[in-house]
């Protein structure tokens, strides 16, 4: 299983930007799907999720209101719309696959997530 995050880039506070997590070797619609984030020095931190079943979608309360976690199963991608982005939103971004048996779970524990990509990465100046 191979997940790989694209997206990031440079933005201004204010902007928006769109990340994808494109999957190889996984459907995507199989697997709960996590959104995380890390900066230098710190723990890798929850962002947004989506269940299995894709009905329930959870996010971190830092970024409730502004970013929307969905999928596109035609193009086997899990996308993250962020908008209104600031300067502490900038980090590096991982998607992540829970491949549980509950169609409505969404774990915020990084170790509950057994496939990993490779972060994109996101700065937002001031």
């Known amino acids: 299983v191979q997940l790989q995050a694209s997206g990031g880039g440079l933005v201004q506070a204010g902007d928006s930007l769109s990340l994808s997590c494109a999957a190889s070797?996984?459907?995507?619609?199989?697997?709960?799907v996590g959104w995380f984030r890390q900066v230098p020095g710190k723990e890798r931190e929850f962002v947004a999720g989506?269940?299995?079943?894709?009905?329930?979608?959870d996010y971190a309360d830092s970024v409730k209101g502004r970013f929307t976690i969905s999928r596109d199963n035609a193009k086997n991608t899990v996308n993250l719309q962020m908008n209104s982005l600031n300067t502490e939103d900038t980090a590096v971004y991982y998607c992540?696959?829970?491949?549980?048996?509950?169609?409505?779970?969404?774990?915020?524990?990084?170790?509950?997530?057994?496939?990993w990509g490779r972060g994109t990465e996101l700065t937002v100046s001031s």
């Open positions: 992540a696959a829970d491949r549980t048996f509950s169609t409505l779970r969404i774990s915020v524990n990084k170790n509950n997530y057994q496939y």
């Open positions: 070797r996984v459907t995507l619609s199989s697997v709960a």
């Open positions: 989506i269940s299995l079943s894709g009905r329930n979608k």
